[in-house]
């Protein structure tokens, strides 16, 4: 049975070293005996699932069992082997080392959050593997999976007044693990259970996971609140043992007084309903309110330390109470020089933090003359250790007053001791209280071997990621392919198309017009056969060939059939006028067209450059003609070069249109070239032509 007064129960109660070994050994016995879900003999919800409610077999796993069922369906002899179904209970694994304080900006309250694991493909691999050598044959992953649960709710089977659990149902969607919270009054109690759960998670283990299903209906049940359900409690018997008959009344703190209730409430259901029924936060809530008013008579506040009411008031550890709290603090007080005095007040005015910072210690405020021990011993410690615990917890009711330590106001319940003691004082009251039932309930477990640890969710996580990028870069590749393989098929095709309707126009084509006649039909720029030169344009075949856009000239094509240039010299003077001009050195001489003797042959018609430079003789001018020669007329002049006598430059150059066959030559006609051959210098006398641009008939 699950319910959470005002939020829920189940203090954590730290037992000493002794009953901490008692309390583990009874739970290993426990655990040991029935370490395994308790399923809720709810046919119904079971035949609703399709779910067998028996289980089939038990697997261990780490240091518990997990219950496996089959699918109702396995046991009709229409059902081939390859299509049973398994199920497994969640493992309800906690990780204890998940567990952290916050604040909930939300709810306004502290708590605790930690995970529990549901499954993970370890246990969902053991599972199938353990099917498989259980019933004889190979069973798939496709044929094994959780239970598909889908509400879930954390419970305790021991009440508590520091932490509440709520009885809301979460939605449990088949996620491998869900986050739950426990919610504190105070920040100290929530920080110390988280504490607690990650350094020895045993300590929870009154807590179990109930599940159910959405389509379940709510229930409603007649409870009745006794004067039994009420003096039964331990907080009950707690306070008519501490005041004697003569006490009417006594006044709670809100701790107590939720401790209290809680366990009152806890009373009143355990009478009524069964471990598997989840009371209904409403239902709760209206019963917690009905004890409240029966069992609160009224509310007050403390604020002196004189004040008699003091007496009457409930405290767990009597040292620790307010008013005997500050007669305390002030007797040490005393004890200390103005200095010490004044860091202690600052200790309690600043936060816990003296002058200059640092933090308050409280036996660091004595001078280490002081004979502390006896006056220790005398109020009651017996360590350093419990008299600075002493000093922290004081904080949270004392307060400086500029003056002397007070009380902080501090707001009680008051109860009246005498209805308690009076059986016959309470009548009863009836209720009716709206409950749902669980399908499954199991017991929180603990990892508690190496081989067995709580999957590390965020780990798989990345590790999906990885393979899903892994797998999308492989798709990447395979649609690259794709689109390679598609484009080279419309290659093809086009290709297919174009060839299919070839025309031989028996020359090489001259426009657009002639393009199309071959087979071209996509746009694009195309090189065709101009007047005497290759030249490129761009041909739009979607448009008739009369349009002005059907064809557009970009330029020409300087294409050559081959190259056609040299570089030639002399290395000696030369005298001989009216003579050709010879060459012994070659620098260049491609296409091999110009001669030693001193003629150039045009091997293919086109215009050419040449260019002669070199120096007079010493006391004699230099002129040199170029001369051309063709097909039609002799040797005629086309440039002349000339050079002042004593060294001075001669140079021509000249650009022609020549045909194939055409000659060139240079002629001295006056004077001499002078050369003198000098290493350091180089030679003197140059001659150079080449191809510019080729003619094509």
Not at 275 to 286: A, F, G, T
Request: with cysteine; charged share 20%; glycine share 4%.
């Amino acid at each position: 049975m699950l319910m959470s007064t005002n939020g829920g129960f189940n203090k954590m109660i730290i037992p000493s070293p002794i009953w901490r070994l008692a309390q583990f050994a009874i739970l290993v016995l426990v655990y040991t005996v029935n370490s395994q879900s308790d399923e809720m003999p709810l046919s119904s919800s079971w035949a609703k699932l399709q779910i067998s409610p028996s289980e089939l077999c038990s697997m261990p796993y780490g240091s518990f069992r997990v219950n496996i069922y089959e699918h109702a369906n396995n046991h009709k002899t229409t059902t081939q082997p390859t299509r049973f179904k398994y199920f497994y209970a969640p493992i309800a694994l906690l990780d204890h080392k998940s567990a952290v304080t916050s604040f909930n900006n939300v709810t306004k309250q502290n708590e605790v959050r930690f995970r529990i694991e549901m499954w993970n493909d370890k246990v969902e691999s053991q599972v199938v593997n353990y099917l498989t050598e259980f019933v004889g044959q190979q069973i798939q992953s496709n044929q094994v999976q959780v239970i598909p649960l889908e509400k879930v709710v954390l419970s305790s089977t021991k009440p508590s007044s520091v932490f509440s659990l709520t009885s809301d149902w979460l939605p449990y969607q088949l996620h491998k693990s869900l986050q739950f919270t426990l919610s504190c009054l105070a920040q100290k109690d929530c920080d110390q259970l988280a504490a607690d759960m990650r350094i020895n998670p045993q300590q929870f283990d009154h807590f179990k996971l109930l599940f159910s299903l959405t389509s379940q209906t709510s229930q409603t049940k007649q409870t009745v609140i006794r004067i039994d359900n009420v003096v039964s409690g331990q907080m009950v018997s707690d306070l008519l043992q501490r005041f004697d008959q003569n006490v009417q009344e006594v006044f709670l703190t809100a701790k107590d007084e939720k401790r209290l209730l809680t366990e009152t409430i806890t009373n009143v259901f355990v009478d009524t309903f069964e471990d598997s029924d989840v009371i209904s936060p409403n239902s709760e809530l209206q019963v917690y309110n009905l004890l409240k008013n029966l069992l609160i008579s009224s509310r007050a506040v403390i604020k002196e330390q004189s004040d008699k009411m003091w007496d009457s008031v409930f405290w767990n550890e009597d040292n620790y109470r307010p008013d005997k709290t500050t007669k305390t603090l002030n007797e040490m007080m005393k004890k200390l020089n103005k200095d010490s005095q004044k860091k202690m007040t600052e200790s309690f005015q600043n936060n816990n933090k003296v002058s200059g910072g640092g933090k308050a210690k409280f036996l660091g405020l004595f001078s280490a003359k002081a004979n502390f021990n006896k006056e220790s011993s005398r109020l009651g410690f017996t360590s350093k250790e419990d008299l600075e615990k002493f000093y922290q917890e004081s904080k949270d009711h004392v307060e400086w007053d500029g003056e002397k330590f007070v009380p902080k106001p501090l707001q009680l319940g008051r109860i009246n001791l005498v209805q308690l003691r009076d059986t016959q004082s309470l009548k009863d009251h009836k209720m009716s209280v709206r409950y749902s039932t669980a399908v499954l309930s199991t017991p929180i477990n603990f990892v508690q071997n190496v081989e067995l640890t709580v999957t590390d969710e965020w780990q798989n996580i990345k590790e999906e990621l990885k393979e899903t990028i892994r797998n999308m870069e492989n798709l990447k590749k395979e649609l690259n392919d794709t689109n390679r393989n598609m484009e080279n098929m419309k290659n093809e095709l086009n290709e297919i198309e174009r060839t299919s309707a070839i025309v031989d126009i028996g020359r090489m084509p001259t426009s657009c017009a002639d393009l199309q006649r071959i087979g071209n039909k996509k746009n694009g720029f195309f090189s065709i056969m101009g007047q005497n030169k290759i030249q490129t344009v761009h041909c739009n075949f979607t448009k008739q060939q009369t349009d002005q856009n059907f064809q557009n000239t970009i330029g020409y094509v300087d294409v050559k059939s081959s190259p056609v240039y040299f570089h030639a010299q002399r290395s000696t003077t030369f005298t001989s006028v009216n003579s050709v001009v010879t060459f012994d050195k070659f620098r260049l001489n491609v296409g091999n067209s110009m001669k030693s003797y001193g003629i150039f042959f045009a091997p293919k018609s086109g215009k050419y450059f040449f260019s002669f430079s070199g120096i007079s003789h010493q006391n004699s001018v230099g002129r040199v003609d170029l001369q051309m020669k063709t097909s039609r007329s002799d040797w005629f002049k086309i440039a002349q070069a000339y050079g002042e006598p004593n060294y001075k430059t001669l140079s021509l150059q000249s650009t022609v249109q020549l045909t194939n066959g055409d000659q060139i030559r240079l002629i001295l006609s006056q004077g001499a070239i002078h050369e003198n051959n000098v290493p350091l210098y180089g030679l003197l006398t140059h001659f150079v032509g080449w191809l510019i641009e080729e003619d094509f008939e």
